[in-house]
């Protein structure tokens, strides 16, 4: 059995007083919950906070991005071993939104997949077509190379801390949901790409998350999919009992 992830990304929102408030709510919601992996992954700002809100808890702590490199002349960017040494241990990678608005590539991915494997570090790494490739019939096309290229020349050794998650971008903040049929297909796509990159055995292993407009109200349907193995949830996870009720499903 793959044990879920439940992963909080809460983008751009919440400035540091407001995360033990968050913390000091949710955190009786599902003090007793070890059904499933717990994730928040909040602004670089807040990863303190939330680390000591957190602390001895069942609550993992991520972020939502890092640089490739180890250190060196890249303003504004944070890189993975400044990540372990403040006790975070998930990161997301390659999400839509740093490929739509911050022009990530396929290959930045997989700079990204390969260093965060390499530190210990538990990658989310998203993959999910936009609206007019869906409309064009290219999901599975998009899908596969996304994840040929973010796999490539990673070993299975290495990568058997990795989660991907996939989130169709026209479902990302708009109120719609991809079915969980439509969701449960493209798993089973993802899942025989990383078959092909690590085997069978493998594949049968990796845990590949839903995201797009999770909410309390579809997360039990979503998750009863035997394809999806948790969930990626932005908007929803601003609110302590709105994510309560999503990790409870």
Not at 202 to 230: C, H, T, W
């Amino acid at each position: 059995m793959r044990k879920k992830v439940i992963a909080a990304n809460w983008k751009m929102c919440k400035t540091p007083d407001q995360v033990q408030p968050f913390f000091r709510e949710f955190l009786p919601l599902v003090a007793s919950h070890d059904r499933d992996e717990i994730a928040i992954c909040p602004p670089f700002l807040d990863i303190p906070a939330a680390l000591e809100a957190g602390k001895d808890s069942n609550v993992a702590i991520g972020a939502q991005n890092m640089h490739w490199e180890k250190e060196g002349a890249y303003t504004g960017e944070i890189c993975g071993s400044m990540l372990l040494a403040i006790g975070v241990t998930h990161v997301i990678i390659g999400h839509s939104e740093r490929r739509q608005y911050f022009g990530e590539t396929d290959d930045v991915v997989n700079l990204k997949l390969k260093v965060a494997l390499e530190l210990g570090l538990i990658p989310i790494v998203c993959v999910g077509e936009v609206l007019e490739e869906r409309e064009a019939g290219l999901t599975e096309d998009v899908l596969r190379r996304q994840c040929l290229r973010a796999f490539h020349a990673i070993s299975g050794k290495k990568a058997r801390k990795m989660v991907v998650a996939y989130e169709p971008v026209w479902a990302i903040g708009t109120g719609k949901t991809a079915t969980p049929q439509m969701a449960a297909d493209a798993h089973v796509l993802i899942r025989a790409e990383a078959a092909k990159s690590f085997g069978e055995e493998f594949a049968e292993q990796l845990r590949i998350l839903y995201g797009g407009s999770v909410k309390p109200e579809n997360a039990k349907a979503l998750m009863a999919e035997s394809e999806i193995d948790g969930a990626l949830v932005g908007g929803a996870s601003l609110d302590p009992k709105s994510f309560a009720a999503i990790v409870r499903y």
